[in-house]
């Protein structure tokens, strides 16, 4: 046996070469890996040159493989239906859009937008907000500005926002 690259390399004998595609490919164990598996399990003790070439060939005269294609995945999952929402305000999205250039409105300086998504009714506000906004100020500006104008009747502990 001759190495070659920590691998032991296989001489042109044929029956040799037909032996380890057997083993790797068809034997009980191998399932009738395909040929990139089947390369990487070869790749790992031995080598000669046309070895991918071979084991394309010799996937290609497998009965079994030519009559019957493998299952190499996992079962899809079955369809679920997305969380059916029942009313508004109840599942929304921000995101906060900052470092604009700085805006005057009603004698106050704004360099950010507040974007709330109610994902119920799609509806989108846009709020001006300073990028400096604190929990509690935001707080605040959510409560005067979505809770109070769309008069959210839930008790406000109830919200959860992710
Ligand atoms: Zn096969």
């Not at 395909?34 to 990487?40: G, L, P, V």
């Not at 996992?74 to 805006?103: G, P, R």
């Not at 100020?137 to 502990?157: D, G, H, M, P, R």
Request: hydrophobic fraction near 40%.
């Amino acid at each position: 046996m001759i190495e070659y690259n920590e691998s032991l390399y296989v001489s042109k004998d044929l029956s040799v070469r037909e032996e380890l595609l057997k083993r790797h490919h068809d034997d009980l164990l191998a399932k009738h890996f395909d040929a990139d598996k089947i390369s990487e399990l070869l790749d790992r003790k031995y080598y000669w040159k046309s070895m991918i070439k071979n084991i394309k060939e010799y996937i290609n005269a497998c009965d079994i493989c030519q009559r019957v294609k493998m299952k190499r995945h996992l079962s899809y999952d079955k369809l679920k239906s997305l969380l059916q929402l029942t009313n508004s305000w109840k599942e929304i999205t921000m995101n906060f859009i900052t470092n604009l250039s700085s805006s005057k409105w009603k004698e106050v300086m704004y360099d950010s937008i507040l974007v709330i998504v109610d994902h119920y009714m799609k509806m989108m506000r846009y709020l001006f907000m300073k990028k400096t906004l604190t929990v509690i100020e935001l707080a605040e500006l959510f409560f005067e500005k979505i809770v109070l104008k769309y008069e959210i009747s839930n008790n406000v502990k109830d919200w959860v926002l992710n």
